[in-house]
């Protein structure tokens, strides 16, 4: 496990992330406290140190059984939750990006965790009803509190967080690090205009489900269950995902290694600052995933999945690209700038 610098903090965290979402038996498909205590420690062992969570994961246990795990080593371990979601359905106030929840939810989380402060506090999910201005100086009160060191934000626009880290910039409040996204080989739309943006702003991004809920380790190649097709996850089946899932087959078995392996190290190759969120309900599971660190992709085959799994880049990106565009804007000069800003 090698460590980087996180977004443009001095943090330094290991190179993949470990979720938590799954400790904790209450939505039904989690691990009970054994695995889970199982799953951690094989992480720690590889020299894991990044440890994400939220406020809403298995109804507060993921937060519990964390807290647990990692007292012994408080300081070793980066620590990072989120508020947003709702601790209470009953109470308007109980969910949201505004003071009074942020506040809330992060003393409870503090009280979940056992611990006194949060490396990382992600703020969820923008909810469209809080200003940016309340959620930046909230969130820069809490850090001057000592309560959190270091703030991000996940599942959110680009033109919002663009904004957030100006306003904050401007008024010498904290910014964000750090962005959480869902990206990997079967879902690429962040690269229009969330990855971009977070490069611009030295942002850290955390990818949430690298594996697209299990499509890329190859358990729909050969049929879809007709039970998976009701669940919210079918919309990922798509014939474009199981052909690019049964490339990472064949990769995978040319290269000897896992297909989930191979998924995640595609990942790992897109950018230095890109850290794959990786989670498990079962040791073995884990045990798959930290595989990816004996190994990287060969360009040619770095090369065939990107080209597979392209997205549409969509207006204004394909309209700016187009050659008649860029010789009225550049004239004669078209093709000649070598801009290292687009590298």
């Not at 937060?63 to 947003?84: C, H, M, N, P």
């Not at 006194?116 to 940016?132: E, P």
């Not at 990287?296 to 187009?322: C, R, T, W």
Request: aromatic share 10%; proline share 3%; charged share 20%.
């Amino acid at each position: 496990m090698l460590y980087k610098l996180l977004g443009k903090s001095g943090l330094r965290v290991s190179e993949l992330c470990l979720g938590t979402m799954t400790f904790g038996t209450e939505w039904g498909t989690g691990a009970d406290w054994a695995e889970s205590k199982r799953i951690f420690d094989a992480y720690v062992e590889k020299g894991g140190n990044f440890i994400d969570t939220a406020n809403r994961y298995t109804e507060g246990t993921s937060e519990k059984w964390v807290g647990e795990f990692i007292a012994s080593q408080r300081d070793y371990f980066v620590l990072a939750t989120k508020y947003t979601l709702y601790d209470d359905r009953k109470n308007p106030n109980a969910s949201g990006n505004h003071r009074k929840n942020l506040k809330r939810s992060v003393e409870q989380s503090l009280r979940r965790l056992n611990t006194d402060y949060i490396d990382l506090l992600w703020l969820h999910v923008w909810d469209f009803t809080t200003s940016i201005e309340e959620v930046m100086q909230s969130l820069n009160d809490l850090v001057r509190s000592g309560k959190v060191l270091h703030i991000g934000i996940s599942d959110s626009p680009a033109w919002i967080v663009a904004s957030a880290n100006t306003m904050a910039e401007l008024r010498g409040w904290e910014s964000f690090i750090g962005l959480q996204i869902e990206y990997s080989l079967i879902q690429r739309t962040p690269e229009r205009d969330l990855l971009p943006m977070a490069k611009h702003f030295g942002l850290a991004v955390l990818a949430w489900s690298p594996l697209g809920a299990g499509v890329l380790t190859g358990k729909y190649n050969q049929g879809i269950p007709a039970d998976v097709r009701l669940t919210e996850n079918s919309r990922k089946l798509i014939p474009q995902n199981i052909k690019i899932a049964q490339k990472v087959g064949e990769i995978a078995q040319t290269l000897g290694y896992t297909p989930t392996q191979v998924a995640l190290n595609w990942l790992r190759s897109q950018h230095q600052q890109v850290f794959p969120i990786i989670g498990a309900r079962k040791l073995s599971q884990i045990d798959d995933s930290l595989g990816c660190l004996r190994f990287q992709l060969p360009n040619e085959m770095l090369k065939e999945l990107s080209e597979l799994s392209a997205v549409e880049m969509g207006f204004p990106h394909d309209f700016i690209a187009y050659p008649a565009v860029q010789d009225v804007i550049f004239g004669d000069y078209a093709g000649k700038i070598q801009n290292h800003r687009l590298k």
